[in-house]
Structures are given as structure tokens and as C-alpha cells.
């Protein structure tokens, strides 16, 4: 080996080391860039496989009636049972008028009152009747019969000779400013005005159906203790403009059709009781 060889072969070895070092640096750099650019590549591959959603609005959730846990759905309270009270005057003893025909007040009465009774079943309206056969019964006594049965109306049944088509009494009591404190004798203040409506809505029909009616406020033993809407009926003879007897109380064509006017008027009268009721409830009244 010459001096001036290994001289100059040194830097060229050094050199032929150096460039294969920064060869092998760059490979290396190279093969890692690849990699990265690969992983690089399958992350963008990805990506634009499953490209991110774009943000969504957000959906409007279902609105379902809040409900407390544990409580019932509403229902409307059931409205009180509407019963009708017929009161057929007198009977056992008291025979009340007696008419030319021969017949007692007390059998026209009874037999108005089964007259109604079945009209008013038939309409399916529930009907509750102080006396079924000829028996006596006390005005006291028929005063707690009705008040027993929470009746809705009251009618108290009488017939008589004189006047013209229909009379409507009701209580002259005056209306009760304390209901709740009613004495017996006149717990029928508390319900005057409802008796004055419905002798109203009684009038009504019977005049629409062309019977002569006439109203009047009196004071009638028993109806003044009861505490249902009460109106006494006293069925009088049918008459034409002159007077003349057209129809006596005894007669079942007459008191048949004045039977089927009350029946319809009830029917009315129970709607609007139904009507009234329903107000009471939506307004939060007992
Ligand atoms: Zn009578």
C-alpha cells in the first residue's frame, strides 16, 4: 500500500460510507414516508367510506298527555239518576171531590198516576209513586217518600169538578237564603225556584198541546216539606171557548192525553237537569 493510495482512497471509502449511510437514511425515510402515506391513504379511504354524518336538527319529540304516576285517567263524574215522584192525592179514607159522574177524586188520581207511571217507563225514565192501591196515606208521610228518593220532580196528582183544563200549583213558600238549614215544614224554600221552573216548562207543553192551563202559588200540606222540585196537578174538566164540558177528569182518552204531554215536558225537563249538571261540573260546582 503507497501513502498517496491510502491518501486518497480514504476520503473515497469515507465518502463510498458516507453515501450508502445516507442511501440507507433515505431508503429508510423513504419506506417510512410510504407507510405513513399508506396509513395515511387508508384513513382517507375510510373516511370517505364512512364519511361523517352532517349535524341534524334535532328531532321534535312525540308529545304524549303527561299523566302523574300512579293516577287514573279523567272520567266524568256520572250525573245524579233523575227519578220522577207521582203523588196520587188522597185515597183509603179521604176520598178528596167527588164528581158528577159518580167518580171519587181519589180513583181519578190513582189512575192518572199508573197512566204516567208507564208512560214515563216507557221513556225510561225511573219513576217512584206514593201509593200503588186505595190506601191513606198522611201529607207527612208523603212528603218523606219523595224526599227518600232524591227525585228530580215531584208531581202531586189532584183532579177536581171545577175550572178548565190544567192547574199548576206551586209552594208560595219563599226561596230559602240557607238551604242548609231548612225546617221540615218549609224545606220546600230551598227548591222553589226550580218547582217555579218546572211548572214552567210543564205549562209549556200543555199550553203547546192546546189544554188550558192556569198557575197558581199556594199552600198545600205535604208539598211544602218536600225537597225535590214539586208541582201539584190538578186535572179539571176539558172545556171549548163557551164553557162547555168537553172531557171530564174520569175520562182515559182525556187524562190519556194529558198524561203524554207531562211525559214529553219531563223528558224535557230531564235534558235540561243533565244540561244544568253538566255545567256544574265543568265550572268545578258541586
Ligand atoms: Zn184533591
Not at 96 to 120: I, N, P, Q
Not at 164 to 192: C, E, Y
Not at 207 to 233: E, F, K, Q, W, Y
Request: hydrophobic fraction near 40%.
Amino acid at each position: 500500500m503507497t501513502p498517496s493510495d491510502s491518501f486518497d482512497a480514504w476520503p473515497n471509502k469515507r465518502k463510498e460510507f458516507l453515501r450508502r449511510r445516507v442511501l440507507s437514511r433515505v431508503l429508510t425515510l423513504g419506506c417510512a414516508s410510504v407507510r405513513l402515506l399508506a396509513v395515511l391513504g387508508c384513513v382517507s379511504a375510510l373516511q370517505a367510506q364512512n364519511p361523517v354524518p352532517a349535524p341534524q336538527p334535532p328531532r321534535p319529540i312525540a308529545s304524549a298527555p303527561v299523566q302523574a304516576p300512579g293516577s287514573a285517567p279523567n272520567q266524568a263524574p256520572n250525573p245524579p239518576r233523575f227519578v220522577v215522584v207521582l203523588d196520587a192525592a188522597h185515597g183509603g179514607d179521604d176520598s178528596g171531590g167527588r164528581f158528577s159522574t159518580g167518580d171519587s177524586e181519589k180513583a181519578v188520581t190513582l189512575a192518572f198516576s199508573v197512566r204516567l207511571r208507564s208512560l214515563l217507563a216507557a221513556r225510561g225514565i225511573p219513576v217512584v209513586t206514593t201509593r200503588e192501591e186505595d190506601k191513606s196515606l198522611a201529607p207527612a208521610d208523603r212528603a218523606q217518600l219523595a224526599n227518600r228518593a232524591s227525585a228530580q220532580a215531584c208531581l202531586i196528582l189532584h183532579a177536581a169538578e171545577t175550572g178548565s183544563g190544567v192547574h199548576l200549583f206551586t209552594s208560595s213558600l219563599a226561596p230559602a237564603t240557607n238551604a242548609h238549614f231548612a225546617a221540615w215544614k218549609t224545606a220546600q224554600s230551598a227548591a222553589v225556584e226550580r218547582s217555579l221552573a218546572l211548572a214552567g216548562e210543564l205549562n209549556s207543553a200543555l199550553t203547546h198541546a192546546g189544554v188550558n192551563v192556569t198557575l197558581s202559588r199556594t199552600t198545600l200540606p205535604g208539598i211544602d216539606s218536600m225537597t225535590c222540585p214539586a208541582v201539584a196537578i190538578e186535572l179539571a174538566p176539558e172545556r171549548d171557548a163557551s164553557h162547555t164540558i168537553l172531557a171530564e177528569p174520569a175520562s182515559a182518552d182525556y187524562q190519556a192525553r194529558i198524561a203524554q204531554t207531562l211525559a214529553t215536558a219531563l223528558l224535557e225537563w230531564k235534558t235540561d237537569q243533565n244540561r244544568t249538571d253538566q255545567g256544574r261540573t265543568e265550572a268545578g260546582q258541586p
